[in-house]
């Protein structure tokens, strides 16, 4: 199994946290969505109860997720990051405000924890039966450590990136139009 990546701790700057939240969950993710897959084409997984509501609605997370990240990290992210960098200047962008896009992003981690429910139903919080085959022991405890890796993930950019930066836009729009903010 593969170790999940150590925990972020008080990252300093958006642009640090964003780093971070790249270098370690999004790579844990890609890579582990990846590699689960390949570990539900084994034979055995078939022989599991609901294997292919499992395998379904894995893929319809993993469909979802793979999209969401690089939305993030071509788009988002470094919007955030320029603009942590240099309030003065806005960067160019496709969105207008911040809000459209982290609320884009919000909507889809609200379906992404859904998903995530359906997975721990169907896998009976990842807890496999004692008959099941050691594969299947090994796939459950993979999805389990992407799931907690997925919620720590969504916690650092619902509850610590996007309200920083949305704080950040709004500080620099009230300095722009400091009549509109009294
Ligand atoms: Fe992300
Ligand atoms: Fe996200």
């Known amino acids: 199994m593969k170790i999940r990546p150590q925990r972020i701790t008080d990252p300093a700057t958006m642009g640090e946290l964003i780093d971070l939240i790249e270098e370690t969950h999004h790579t844990f ?44 990290e071509f788009i988002l992210f470094p919007y955030i990051t320029a603009l942590e960098a240099d309030p003065a200047s806005q960067p160019d962008s ?10 884009a992003m919000r909507f889809e981690h609200i379906a992404m924890v859904g998903m995530l429910e359906n997975l721990r139903e169907l896998t009976a919080q990842y807890r496999p039966a004692a008959e ?23 916690h650092w950019e619902d509850h610590v990136l996007f309200p920083r930066a949305l704080q950040l836009e709004s500080r620099i729009a009230n300095r722009k139009n400091p009549d509109e903010s009294a």
């Open 29 to 72: 993710t890609r890579s582990e969505m990846s590699r689960i897959a390949g570990m539900m084409e084994d034979p055995s997984f078939a022989e599991l109860s609901h294997f292919e509501d499992i395998r379904q609605c894995f893929g319809a997370l993993r469909a979802d997720l793979e999209p969401h990240m690089s939305k993030e």
């Open 94 to 103: 496709c969105f207008g405000s911040l809000a459209h896009p982290i609320r």
């Open 132 to 154: 099941n085959d050691p594969q299947i022991f090994l796939i459950f405890a993979a999805l389990a450590a992407l799931d907690a890796d997925l919620v720590e993930h969504m």
